[in-house]
């Protein structure tokens, strides 16, 4: 009893938030997503990404490994959401991108930090920095066709995580002011990408849940199956492993949603699976939670 209080207190503040997005939605008020996502992913999520990688504990050791086991653990969902895709005779474009890269972001993070505390939090920047450049580049390839990897450096993200890494590996510091000043920028990325995640999910319109759910299903069994074994495999210990598992294991990011529709892809599908599984997250994160802790 006492473990599902625990896991509760964990998952609570996250879905509450997103619930506040959403009901301020229905309740018929005003919510500039492009301009809120605009200064997250511009200055409040690099400020974020930097602060807890230049202040983190974390040995060079565990940090190159945390990094090989992400992009390993991402390579093979690759393969392997490839496959089924083929199997299954879906549209590329569509279902293979949202199937590999999860809600790393607005869910992922804040998961990290309330289960994990702050040294689980440095560990997710790392899992959702490799998930970044690759949704910037592979991820905008796989929808449109069109992708290039230079635009990973027009990204304030990807700067962020270089700077952090090198600060953290060097064991620098930023004058007291400066750090003072990101990490009040950084602390509003996790409410803002929480609320933002409740608005999105309040405004997608969907026509069909069947193929959805199914494939919801597919994406959890895989995503915490190669991330659980990639863990282990580079003997990952407790606290990074738990963060892959909960990283990966997240659902579908409401930007692929948002690429789909830029790129002329199904948007519609691709909403059925970010609402799904989503929803289904509400009851597979306490219980994988629980597992982990």
Sequence with gaps: MELIFTVLQIVAPVFLLAAVGFTWVKCGWAYEVEFVTRIAMTLSVPALIFVALMKADISPETLSGLFMASVAAYLVLTIVF???SKVMQLDLPTFWAPLIFGNTGNLGLPLALFAFGETGLSYAVIVFAVMAVGSFSVGVWMVSGGGSITKVFKEPISWA??????????????PIWMTN???LLGQMAIPIMLITLGVALARLQVTTLSRAIF????????????AW???RWFGLNDIAFGVLVVQIATPVAVTSYLLAQKYGADANEVAGLVIVSTALSVITIPVLLAVLL
């Design 82 to 84: 490839l496959i089924i």
């Design 215 to 226: 494939l919801s299903l597919v994406k959890l069994l895989v995503s915490v199956g190669i």
């Design 161 to 174: 995580t270089i700077l952090g890494a090198v600060f953290l590996v060097q064991g620098w510091q930023t």
């Design 229 to 231: 074994i990639v863990g």
């Design 181 to 183: 000043t990101l990490e």
